[in-house]
């Protein structure tokens, strides 16, 4: 889909802002451009919609030399999202999304149409933000009308430039699980550029490391962690790059589904001999609705004859299954239990997470990672 062959830009007064940089983004992939400060990687991203022109290389679009497209229609065709956000502040939420579409001749119908579409997809009720304007949202609102915007000519790609670097923490990680959502329904193809190695970990399916304007590895996010190129790359992704794995894996992929469980009425004599029979030590309480109510423990059964009299309602909870691991074991450490309940918007519980599965996850992922470096290693020798 995008095809980067020895690009490089040099500016008028010398500098070598990129240099010979190549590598290819599949359709559908999501590739991060990573690295410190003045690397290269924003000068990268723009030569590809053509707001900085490369001095040398060749960059491909779908087959086609990006030079030999109207730089208009390259730009309509490829969405632009921005750390600053750049809504037009005269413009309601509807019109900032219908930028795009309107240049491309929509009508107002079928703009607003699509505005709501993006609302919604984003969890933002037309109804309420559609008709109001940048000022009167919250910065992370903003965000996700920026993100909109990218979207709202419906692009097959976008180029998103550290697009959630402007926000709070907590704000951020709600952004990027739900843009992580979004990316599993639309498919697009992305150029991300960010400075933070967690992160490009959480959203790339590849990641570009770059060095003072030079390409130095670029791999699945497991690949940089367990097997870096280099000690550039070894440092880069710091001397915890095993913990950072846990940021490559969704919680919903190693949960259990269909944990034992008990109900707050049942007998608690029945919840012990379930234990013994799972060889666990506790069990997840669930009510009728399939809501989760708390943690019933081999320890705590000699206090009470319901599970309800004895049952832990005070344990912490994963919202999300797709959250990462990295995140699910924060809240795990927290609750003091070594199991966490994964449950939806309801509460109705999704699975149940525990620490032997977290430690069988981390062992697969790096050895899938090994294998994989073996199987390509002779080919980088081979490069140029």
């Known amino acids: 889909m995008i095809r980067l062959e020895k690009v490089t830009k040099i500016y008028p007064d010398g500098t070598e802002a990129v240099g010979g940089v190549s590598f290819e983004v599949q359709k559908g992939e999501l590739c991060v451009l990573l690295g410190p400060s003045g690397c290269g990687k924003t000068t990268t991203m723009k030569m590809i919609n053509r707001l900085i022109s490369a001095t040398s290389g060749k960059i491909y679009i779908d087959g086609t030399d990006n030079t030999s497209i109207d730089e208009n229609e390259l730009r309509r065709n490829i969405g632009y999202a921005i750390q600053d956000i750049g809504l037009f502040p005269h413009m309601t939420v509807a019109e900032n999304i219908g930028t795009v579409p309107a240049l491309k001749g929509w009508s107002k119908v079928k703009r607003r149409k699509r ?43 976008m180029l998103m430039d550290e697009p959630f670097g402007a926000i709070d923490p907590i704000t951020r990680v709600e952004l990027q699980n739900e843009f992580l959502k979004i990316q599993q329904e639309i498919r697009k193809t992305i150029i991300f550029v960010t400075h933070d190695i967690y992160e490009a970990i959480k959203m790339g399916h590849r990641i570009a490391l770059m060095k003072e304007g030079h390409l130095v590895q670029y791999a699945p996010p497991a690949d940089l962690l367990y097997r870096p190129k280099d000690e550039f790359v070894a440092d880069f992704a710091g001397a915890d790059r095993g913990l950072k794995g846990l940021q490559l894996i969704r919680t919903e992929d190693v949960m259990w589904k269909s944990p034992p469980a008990a109900k707050p009425d049942e007998d608690v004599k029945a919840a012990r001999k379930r234990m013994e029979q799972e060889g666990i030590d506790w069990l997840v309480v669930i009510d009728d609705e399939g809501r989760f109510a708390g943690w019933a423990v081999s320890s705590d059964l000699e206090g009470g004859r319901k599970v309800k009299e004895i049952m832990n309602t005070s344990a912490l909870t994963a919202p999300s299954a797709n959250a990462t691991l990295s995140e699910a074991l924060s809240v795990m450490l927290t609750s003091g239990l070594n199991v966490l309940a994964i449950v939806d918007q309801d509460n109705r519980l999704e699975g149940v997470l525990t620490f032997q599965a977290i430690q069988d996850a981390l062992r697969e992922t790096a050895q899938e990672a090994s294998v994989r470096m073996r199987r390509i290693t002779p080919l980088r020798e081979e490069s140029p």
């Open 115 to 157: 505005a709501k579409e993006l609302l919604e997809l984003l969890r933002m009720h037309p109804d309420v933000f559609i008709d109001k304007y940048p000022r009167e949202l919250s910065g992370g609102q903003r965000q996700r009308v920026g993100v909109a915007r990218a979207l709202g000519g419906d692009p097959p790609i």
